[in-house]
């Protein structure tokens, strides 16, 4: 893997250290070292399959929800080992929040979306205050603060995804993990979100998985391109190729590998 | 491998060699203005400003195509890089052109006036380090070929003596008014001629950007003695 000698450690706050994820037998990701740091965009990026969701779901033990899911090797957070014995899981998905592919507002109002999670984790603080902030943050406060105890169900694809923001900054997390988030969107609704995603970078850490080159290019700070290796047997298992300034990889890269992939010359 | 964008990358390639296709001709112009100055033949001074309407409309279409290949495909990586250069290397190639009809508009004003085989062979001279430059850097374009490239700041050194020492051939043409209205006029068209050389070794540092991604400017290698 080659990654740029221009970075240093400063406001690092996830480092993975020969990260290999399993499925049983299966090794999905083959020794990923990878750095996120504080208040950027990360973006994740390559050929279907290659592990992106799943390294994803490495920095929030979302794969611990998942039988016969295995991490081995290193995942800190702000310096420590997020896979120690000692570290609450549930606590680690309240800071590190999830945005997924598919808007999944629950079958509840608008604003007990937002309330959910801060009443589950006994946030002190007004709660009506909580759901305005997070509504506001998501940038949907103006399109629903007329309507907050109708159906979530009844907002549009879009605004359910900010809606799913919302619920997601609700708990006050440090991090925004997201799994193709606009991948269900059209164009507009999905510029909205990137818009959102750049305001939100202000205070907090997110790192977006997409298929999409060209969002990857314009919301991110820095570019992870993964790929799949088939190996014996036809095993594929994803590894990461190239970790730089997004800037660089998509003008520059220095692995033909990523050039081949972002000018389309692969398969 | 195969390539998923092979209709884009065509018409990337079309695009180039339409780019190659107007350095001939920038090529071929150099080597003709420069024949209607030693020669003093203004028809031929004519014709050249006639072909820079063809360069000019080559320029024009090459810049629709490029923006309309812009929008639709948002090319990444090499494609990206070849783009830039491609936007650049059309208009330094127009520019050429441009210097190629300053030359031609000086042979024309000059004609029946008294000349100075002296500066007349330095002209040639020049035209004659120019073109080659022309052709090494469009060369070293197509093959992306770095070494090559980099020898150009090396060839536009001769280019720039000469151009800086036409100043005192104009001098020593003596004082008769007719002789120094026609000296002067040469300075101008050695000064295109320099900006020809010039304009080459700016193909050539696309060249380095286009293979390598780093872009510099190669900056003026030419020494410091000799001015004036
Ligand atoms: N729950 C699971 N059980 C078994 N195998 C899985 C599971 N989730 C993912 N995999 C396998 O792990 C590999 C990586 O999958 P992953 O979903 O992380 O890839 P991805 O890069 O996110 O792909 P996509 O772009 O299609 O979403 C694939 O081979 C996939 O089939
Ligand atoms: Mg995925």
Redesign the pocket.
């Known amino acids: 893997m080659k990654t740029a000698d221009h970075t240093s450690d400063q406001g690092v706050i996830f480092e993975t250290k020969a990260l290999n994820?399993f499925?049983?037998e299966?090794r999905?990701?083959r020794d990923i070292d990878l750095q996120v740091r504080a208040n950027e965009i990360t973006a994740?990026i390559?050929?279907?399959?290659?592990?992106?969701?799943?390294?994803?779901?490495t920095l929030n033990r979302m794969n611990d929800l998942?039988?016969?899911?295995r991490v081995e090797g290193v995942v800190r957070y702000n310096g420590e080992d997020l896979y120690d014995p000692d570290v609450d899981p549930v606590e680690v998905r309240r800071r590190i929040g999830m945005v997924f592919?598919k808007p999944n507002p629950f079958p509840k109002t608008i604003y007990e979306n937002v309330a959910f999670g801060p009443r589950i984790a006994r946030l002190d603080g007004d709660l009506d205050v909580i759901v305005e902030e997070s509504l506001r943050k998501a940038a949907l406060w103006d399109e629903v603060k007329d309507k907050l105890h109708e159906p979530a169900l009844a907002l549009s694809g879009g605004q359910q995804q900010r809606l799913c923001i919302a619920r997601a900054i609700a708990t006050s997390p440090d991090v925004v993990l997201m799994?193709?988030p606009a991948s269900a969107l059209d164009p507009i609704a999905t510029l909205r979100i990137e818009e959102l995603m750049l305001e939100l970078k202000q205070d907090y850490t997110i790192v977006v998985?997409t298929?999409n080159m060209q969002q990857a290019a314009r919301v991110s700070d820095r570019t992870a391109f993964?790929s799949?290796e088939v190996g014996d047997g036809g095993r594929?298992t994803?590894k990461l190729v190239e970790f730089d300034l997004t800037e660089r990889i998509f003008t520059s890269p220095s692995q033909k590998e990523t050039e081949d992939y972002i000018t389309g010359r692969f398969g | 491998m195969s390539d998923r964008r092979s209709h884009f990358h065509r018409e990337l390639a079309e695009l180039e060699a339409e780019l190659m296709g107007v350095a001939e001709r920038a090529e071929r112009m150099i080597g003709e203005a420069v024949r209607a100055v030693v020669e003093d033949t203004p028809a031929l001074a004519d014709a050249v400003i006639a072909q820079d309407d063809e360069i000019d409309r080559i320029y024009l279409a090459i810049h629709d195509r490029w923006l309309e290949l812009m929008a639709r495909q948002q090319p990444m990586g090499s494609d990206l890089r070849l783009m830039s250069a491609i936007l650049v290397l059309n208009a330094t190639l127009e520019r050429m052109g441009d210097q190629c009809v300053n030359i031609s508009k000086m042979a024309k004003v000059v004609h029946g006036l008294p000349r100075s085989q002296q500066i007349l062979t330095e002209l040639q001279e020049m035209a004659d380090l120019v073109r080659p430059m022309v052709r090494t850097a469009m060369d070293a374009f197509v093959r992306r070929d770095v070494p090559t490239a980099l020898t150009l700041p090396e060839m536009d050194e001769p280019v720039d003596r000469l151009n800086r020492q036409m100043y005192r051939r104009v001098v020593e043409c003596g004082p008769r008014k007719e002789q120094l209205e026609w000296a002067t006029r040469m300075m101008m068209v050695a000064r295109a001629l320099e900006r020809i050389g010039d304009q080459a070794v700016d193909v050539a540092e696309q060249v380095v950007f286009l293979a390598t991604g780093e872009f510099r400017e190669f900056g003026d290698t030419a020494g410091t003695g000799e001015h004036g």
């Open positions: 994820v499925y049983g299966f999905a990701v994740l390559g050929p279907s399959g290659c592990g992106k969701s799943t390294v994803l779901r998942i039988p016969n899911a592919q799994d193709e998985v298929h993964f799949v594929r994803g």
